[in-house]
């Protein structure tokens, strides 16, 4: 079993046209609750420029700012814990998300295949550039993902290294795809 740890979280707007994607260019950010995040709620962004609340109370008001948003959804980015660890070492870090992070009800919304330094997804760039929808990998491709992310490595190495970037959200409704 793979255990993967959060390295930040993002707010983004709802019914994202193109599908799910930890790809800020892909699935939209909610640039306006970001900046309030920051600002009327104080809460830093890490070295990978995603929200970082320090504690339970920042993440509890992250959560309702969010969710008194009809059109925003709160994303969990999280990577695998060997990825996670490398991340804490390169970039001196001593701690991670509040733990009261897992209690909150996310919704699983896929895994995507990004470059470890932008969050760019290798699915939306080895796509045709038009409005259809992708999909990112469900819960039983896990395997099939960490594949096709080593793949991604030699394919596009001026990305590399590609990681398998589990997607979960807050605030959606429960009829989305």
């Known amino acids: ?29 909610h640039e306006e609750l970001y900046d309030r995040a920051q600002g009327d709620l104080g809460i830093n ?16 008001r992250l959560y309702k700012l969010v969710t008194s948003t009809p059109d925003a959804v709160l994303v969990s980015l999280d990577v695998s814990f060997p990825v996670f660890e490398a991340f804490m070492k390169v970039h001196w870090l001593s701690s ?18 990004c470059d470890a330094d932008g969050f760019f997804s ?10 259809t929808r992708k999909t990112l990998f469900d819960e039983d491709r896990l395997t099939e993902a960490f594949s096709v992310a ?25 009829d989305m795809p």
């Open 122 to 131: 290798y699915i939306f760039m080895t796509h045709d550039k038009d409005k």
């Open 96 to 113: 991670s998300l509040p733990p009261e992070l897992d209690e909150y009800p996310w919704r699983f919304l896929g895994y995507d295949i």
């Open 150 to 174: 080593e793949a991604a490595n030699l394919y596009i190495p001026s990305h590399a290294p590609f990681v398998v970037t589990r997607l979960r959200g807050l605030n959606l409704e429960t």
């Open 1 to 29: 079993m793979t255990t993967f740890n959060c390295i930040g979280l993002d707010i983004r707007k709802k019914n994202p046209e193109q599908g799910f994607s930890a790809d800020a260019t892909v699935w939209e950010m």
């Open 45 to 60: 962004q890490n070295f990978k420029q995603l929200l970082q609340p320090e504690n339970a109370a920042e993440l509890s």
